[in-house]
Nanobody, 115 residues
Framework: QVQLVESGGGLVQPGGSLRLSCAAS????????MGWYRQAPGRQRELVAT???????IYTDSVKGRFTISRDNAKNTVYLQMSSLKAEDTAVYYC?????????WGQGTQVTVSL
């Protein structure tokens, strides 16, 4: 059974930082395409960052230079380091794992950027 469990969300002031974690079981992140998505109220879920099995990373334009996706193979965990956070980064953040033809989602963790 595959499980993706996110943690690390919370309330942070603009300009602050947070690190999200996605602990994976039943799926090996280093052999899969792992990603972070987010969904703000009233908006569609969007891809934020992806890390390929070979280590290549891809980011949506709005987070380039501020967010970093990484992977700890020994811990089967994927991270999203978020810096210089803005109010528009407020959303529920979801961990996603894909190993064709299957796809898995975590339950989401709330990130709120506000004074």
């Amino acid at each position: 059974q595959v499980q993706l469990v996110e943690s690390g969300g919370g309330l942070v002031q603009p300009g602050g930082s947070l690190r999200l974690s996605c602990a994976a079981s039943g799926i090996i992140p280093s052999l899969s395409v792992m990603g972070w998505y987010r969904q703000a109220p009233g908006r569609q879920r969007e891809l934020v960052a992806t890390i390929m099995s070979g280590g290549t990373t891809i980011y949506t334009d709005s987070v380039k230079g501020r967010f970093t996706i990484s992977r700890d193979n020994a811990k089967n965990t994927v991270y999203l380091q978020m810096s210089s956070l803005k109010a528009e980064d407020t959303a529920v953040y979801y961990c996603n794992g894909r190993r064709w033809p299957l796809e898995y989602w975590g339950q989401g963790t709330q990130v709120t950027v506000s004074l």
